[in-house]
Nanobody, 114 residues
């Protein structure tokens, strides 16, 4: 059973930046698409960004131009660089592959507040 461990969250002021990391317990070299998701209080989990093995990226409209996803296969790690953060970005952030593993990590909390 693969384990996904997200980290890097925290409390940041509006306009600030954070970089999230997701480390997988198994190699992601052969995983075609890795992705980030988020779940805000009282809302469904939603797609944030994805990256394929050839570097093709896809973003939710709400984060386009502010977030950047990247992957480092040799370290089994996926990153999410988040800039110009807004209060509405407050959520627990998770990573997974597409199609999703059935099990999810614990996520990392991002809180954007002054």
């Amino acid at each position: 059973q693969v384990q996904l461990v997200e980290s890097g969250g925290g409390l940041v002021q509006p306009g600030g930046s954070l970089t999230l990391s997701c480390v997988a317990s198994t190699s992601i070299f052969n995983i075609i698409i890795m992705a980030w998701y988020r779940q805000a209080p009282g809302k469904e989990r939603e797609f944030v960004a994805s990256i394929s093995n050839n570097g093709h990226t896809n973003y939710a409209d709400s984060v386009k131009g502010r977030f950047t996803i990247s992957r480092f296969n040799a370290k089994n790690t996926v990153y999410l660089q988040m800039n110009s953060l807004k209060p509405e970005d407050t959520a627990v952030y998770y990573c997974n592959k597409i199609p999703n593993y059935t099990s999810w990590g614990q996520g990392t909390q991002v809180t954007v507040s002054s």
